[in-house]
């Protein structure tokens, strides 16, 4: 179920990326931020893939790596109650009709804009070289289509081979954008009685309690300098300990000195 943590995650990069490149709606920010996320694809690699316009068929964006083609259907809404409506079906039903032609190799100019064309001649010229294979991407802020969409979609393509389906909501979004701003670190905490609880907040888990400080200043020192915190267990909270003295390495140091002092 979408959050309105997320929602505003996700919301305020498309509005990033909306200022940047003087964008006319989010949907076409969203674009890039799906791409760059998904498929961690670089500037160049964005801008050569996009083909969403008007006449695109339902796809939005072709990526072709080798003999892998990757083709987007991208839906973004920038009002938070509607994140909680299901990917549209109306789009797959568009895109179901191009994705045939296309794949079956009998895609018309005259069907698709100059982009999508483009890209289909290209990945036309790559049959001599190997198989072919197609990645379904349906990427939106909005949850996933109904089970009765997902199977017309899969269905309508049965006859082909070497095709898979991915389907992507706000919430896996922004999972990915948390685990590229964080750093995994290994290592334990001790509860130090039972008055804990947990807290989950789409897919952040978080338990609150009482733990030991000898764990705590073990997990969060910077294992180069242990007179100094780990900057990236803590994120933004990183620069306000730094604002407040860092109370953190004062704690570290004074457990320093009496392990010397025995």
């Given amino acids: 179920m979408p959050s309105m943590p997320s929602f505003s995650v996700l919301h305020s990069l498309v509005k990033d990326i909306k200022k940047s490149y003087s964008l006319k709606t989010p949907g ?87 982009l999508v064309f483009e890209k289909y001649e290209e990945i036309k010229s790559s049959l001599y070289e190997g198989p072919v294979y197609f990645h379904i991407h349906l990427a939106s802020n909005k949850e996933y289509p109904v089970d009765s969409a997902k199977q017309k979609l899969v269905n309508s393509l049965s006859q082909f081979k070497f095709i898979d389906f991915y389907y992507h909501n706000l919430e896996d979004l922004v999972e990915i954008i948390l685990e590229n701003q964080t750093k995994k670190i290994d290592g334990h905490l001790t509860l130090l009685d039972r008055n804990h609880f947990e807290k989950l907040d789409g897919n952040i888990h978080t338990i609150i309690g009482v733990v030991a400080a000898l764990d705590l200043i073990n997990l969060i020192k910077d294992k180069d300098d242990e007179s100094k915190v780990n900057q990236f267990i803590l994120n933004e909270n990183g620069s306000s300990l730094k604002c407040m003295g860092n109370p953190v390495r004062s704690m570290i140091e004074i457990c320093h000195q009496r392990k010397e002092g025995g």
Avoid at 70 to 88: C, E, L, Q
């Fill in 28 to 114: 076409l920010a969203f674009d890039r931020v799906a791409l760059e996320l998904l498929l961690k694809l670089n500037e160049d690699d964005i801008e050569n893939s996009l083909t969403d316009g008007e006449g695109d068929g339902g796809i939005d964006a072709i990526y072709i790596q080798n003999r892998d083609v990757h083709i987007f259907n991208m839906k973004y809404t920038d009002d938070f109650d509607k994140t909680s409506k299901n990917f549209p079906g109306t789009e797959i039903d568009k895109l179901i009709s191009t994705l045939q032609s296309l794949i079956s190799g009998n895609l018309l100019r005259d069907y698709v804009n100059e």
